[in-house]
């Protein structure tokens, strides 16, 4: 009875030694990996914002206002950062999908492929969506200083319109290439994509009369000479 | 014979263009003309030019060049038939300009010509001007042939109304920064003596301003921020051609008010010492103010401002801070037969976006046409002002508005990073 109980004991002590023994060397190497990615993307991170420096990214984004837009939406940091921070978490996800590899748990063994897989259309995702608002605001400045400027009402109601409407136009671009719900995406986005363009155009033939008659009188002014100065006289 | 090949001419000017010129020999004065899209009135006005040139430059040595800025209406074939025309009196050249053809490059091609010629001064001439009169010519060249003056501007007897935004905002800015009265930035004609001239070419004129408001504007701050001798000459009436197809304004405020910023941005360290201000030498009569003949729609300027003010202030916040829009705000309250936009407010808000075009917080160009409601604005208190004024009393209105920009400038240059 002693004897088989010793055995017992010995036995299990022997087989989560061994186990312990196993896992070991591979939580090393998992951490290994996650500290080596984790300095990789440092290192890798300060090079790509030194040389987004270098060419002059900054200032490029602010020629071109993108400094602005990012302002706008509370992002007060240089775009030569916020690439480098993009480059460092990349490395850092990578580097985390190894160590989960070097683990071999068998539940995380399909993951790393699968998200390695779906990184690459993320990150375009990402960059479509980020182009998308930055083109949606540029757009939707463009037209309110537009209408505001032939002196007619509601430009910010069609400003805002057309800013969501680049969005939404973004967000279906997006989603298709991430490969969510594809048939779904595309099926809604048109729904959307052409329920606004219908709404805008019966806003602006029946809801908004008014302003096409404004449109009208404020291009028969300029027709008739009445764009020039004060009286139709010269500006300058 | 002079060589008209200096290293700019011949970025700017073809080769058959360049040895034409060089065939033209030495000229003491040129004329040069400068035309976009004028195939119906260009050749009246080189003959007013030429006539102008012929009966009170000589006997000294002149010549009349024509350039086309890239027009689609057979201009460019009408100044070549009135160049090739024979003819007594002064020399003729049309400048065949290598491409990119724009009016801007015309100006220069112009000057860089006179250059190669040896000229001692330049009439420059925009082909949108009309009712030239011949006696413009020796009105605009004899102080820089006397030796008076390196760069003329011209002068012109105008109603309240014309010329606003010179009025406005052109003039008193260019007063403030660079201590000079001027009554025209951009006057449609100038004269430009050698050195002037040399220096201009030499100061990368080309650059950014390629319709012809930015060229003249950018030669008129070039003489300015160079210590040039700068006058004026009182040319009678500015006459509009009804003719011409007119931009809307926001397109002017960019091609003008544009040129003017890019200039404050270059000349920083010449208007940042300027202080106070000082008349120009004047040649012939004072201009005279005349009445406007017709009664200008202030009540749609106000409504455009407060259209501005309803919508595009999410816009205006990224300009001006909340200091100047909180100035602004109780203006939206004041009907058309009470508004009133204080030149001191108004030259805020043009240091606002003097600052805001220089740190690049919006696209320029949605800057410069965000501006628009604003303008019109001032406009409508300016001439509500004008109609209540005498002519002397109109002249005190300007130079109030130029004295507040002169207050405004320390402001702008201890903003200015």
Known sequence: MQDAWTEILITSFRDVASRLAGIGPRLLAALTLLGAGWAVAAVLSRLAGRLLLAVDLDGRCARLGVMGTLGRAGIRRPPSELVGRLVFWIIVVIGLLMAIEALEVPAAVELAPVVIKFLPNLLVAVIVMIIGWLLANFVAEAVLIFIVNAQLAGGRVMAGALRWLVLLFAAGVALTQIGIAREMVLLVFGILFGGAVLGLALAFGLGGRKLAEEALESWLRKRDGGAGGPGGAPHV | ?417
């Open chain 2, 1 to 417: 014979m002079p060589a008209a090949g200096p290293p700019d001419a011949a970025a700017i000017l073809s080769r058959e263009c360049r040895a034409a010129l060089d065939a033209l020999g030495p000229v003491e004065v040129v004329a040069g003309v400068h035309a976009l899209n004028r195939a119906p009135h260009v050749t009246q006005l080189l003959d007013t030019v030429e006539a102008g040139l012929d009966k009170h430059v000589s006997p000294r040595r002149a010549a009349v060049l024509a350039a086309d800025g890239g027009s689609q209406d057979g201009t460019a074939d009408a100044l070549r038939a009135w160049c090739l025309a024979e003819r007594r009196g002064p020399a003729r050249g049309c400048l065949d300009l290598v491409p990119p053809i724009q009016q801007g490059r015309a100006v220069v091609a112009l000057l860089a010509a006179a250059r190669g010629l040896g000229a001692r001064g330049i009439v420059l001439l925009d082909a949108d001007m009309v009712g030239v009169h011949a006696d413009w010519m020796p009105a605009l060249i004899e102080p820089v042939l006397a030796g008076g003056a390196d760069y003329v501007s011209p002068a012109y007897s105008r109603a309240a109304s014309e010329g606003t935004l010179t009025t406005n905002l052109l003039a008193p800015l260019t007063r403030a920064l660079y201590g000079k009265r001027l009554q025209q930035i951009t006057g449609g004609c100038s004269a430009l003596a050698a050195p002037l001239v040399e220096h201009c070419l030499e100061s990368g004129l080309e650059a950014g301003a390629p319709h012809g408001h930015g060229m003249e504007i950018a030669l008129t701050t070039i003489a300015l921020a160079s210590g040039a001798r700068v006058a004026e000459t009182h040319l009678g009436r500015r006459r509009v051609d009804g003719s011409l197809p007119e931009l809307d304004l926001a397109t002017i405020l960019v091609r003008t008010v544009g040129p003017v910023f890019e200039l404050v941005e270059r000349y920083r360290d010449v208007w940042a010492e300027t202080r106070g201000s000082t008349a120009v030498p004047r040649f012939g009569e004072a201009p005279a103010v005349l009445t406007d003949a017709r009664r200008p729609s202030i009540e749609r300027m106000v409504r455009a401002f407060d259209l501005g003010m309803k919508d595009l202030l999410p816009v205006w916040e990224q300009v001006m801070p909340d200091a100047t829009l909180a100035r602004l705000y109780p203006l939206e309250l004041l009907g058309p037969d009470e508004f009133a936009f204080p030149p001191a407010l108004w030259a805020r808000v043009i240091s606002d976006f003097a600052v805001a075009h220089h740190e690049r917080r919006l696209p320029r160009d949605h800057l410069l046409r965000a501006l628009t409601p604003l303008y019109l604005g001032r406009v409508a208190a300016f001439l509500r002002d004008a109609s209540a004024s005498s002519p002397s009393g109109l002249a005190a209105t300007l130079d109030q508005i130029g004295r507040a920009f002169e207050a405004e400038q320390e402001h702008l240059a201890a903003r200015w990073r």
